[in-house]
C-alpha cells in the first residue's frame, strides 16, 4: 500500500460511497469489528481534512469505536461486493466476519484495515453528535428510523490514506 495525501485521492467520495460502498472498523490486534457503510462523507472542517460516519448504537461496531481513538474507512473493487453484503448484514457477535469473507486484517497506524481494500482512509475521532428527530428539517428523513434508533455522527481527522 502506498501512502498519500488525501488531497491526492483522485476518486469521488460521493461516489466511493454510494457506489462502492464503505468498511468502517475500529480496534485493534486484540479486537475489531468491521461494518458495511453507504452513509458517510469528506471534507473540511474545523481547518482540518476530515470524513464523517453514521453509526447505529446497536451495531457491534459502536462498541469499538467508542473504546477506539481511531477508526479507518477502506474502499475496495466490484469482486469485493458479496464480503461488503456480509458485514452489513451479519453481526461480528455471531460471526468472524474477516474469516467468512476472506478478508485479511491489516493492522496500521494504531487502528485494523484490510489487505484487499483499494484505499484506507485512517481517521482519528474529533467529535461526536447523536442524530435526533428535532433535527430533521426534512421530516421525510424520519422513515429511516422505524425503530427510533438514531445514528450517532463521528467526524474523524483524516490522519493518513493509503491506496493500492
Known amino acids: 500500500m502506498k501512502k498519500i495525501s488525501i488531497k491526492e485521492l483522485k476518486e469521488n467520495p460521493v461516489k466511493l460511497f454510494d457506489d462502492s460502498w464503505a468498511l468502517i472498523t475500529a480496534g485493534d490486534e486484540k479486537g475489531f469489528n468491521t461494518m458495511t457503510a453507504s452513509w458517510g462523507g469528506m471534507g473540511e472542517l474545523w481547518n482540518r481534512d476530515v470524513c464523517f460516519i453514521?453509526?447505529?448504537?446497536?451495531?457491534?461496531?459502536?462498541?469499538?469505536?467508542?473504546?477506539?481513538?481511531?477508526?479507518?474507512?477502506?474502499?475496495?473493487g466490484d469482486q469485493w461486493k458479496k464480503a461488503l453484503s456480509f458485514c452489513g448484514t451479519k453481526s461480528g457477535r455471531d460471526f468472524d466476519k474477516a474469516k467468512e469473507t476472506g478478508l485479511t486484517p491489516l493492522f496500521i497506524d494504531e487502528t485494523t484495515t484490510f489487505e484487499q481494500a483499494r484505499i484506507t482512509v485512517v481517521c482519528k475521532k474529533i467529535a461526536f453528535q447523536d442524530m435526533s428527530p428535532e433535527g430533521f428539517l426534512d421530516k421525510s428523513i424520519e422513515k429511516n428510523y422505524a425503530q427510533g434508533d438514531y445514528h450517532r455522527i463521528y467526524v474523524g481527522e483524516i490522519v493518513s490514506v493509503y491506496t493500492e
Open 54 to 76: 453514521f453509526v447505529r448504537p446497536q451495531r457491534y461496531t459502536y462498541e469499538f469505536i467508542e473504546k477506539s481513538d481511531r477508526f479507518t474507512l477502506s474502499f475496495y
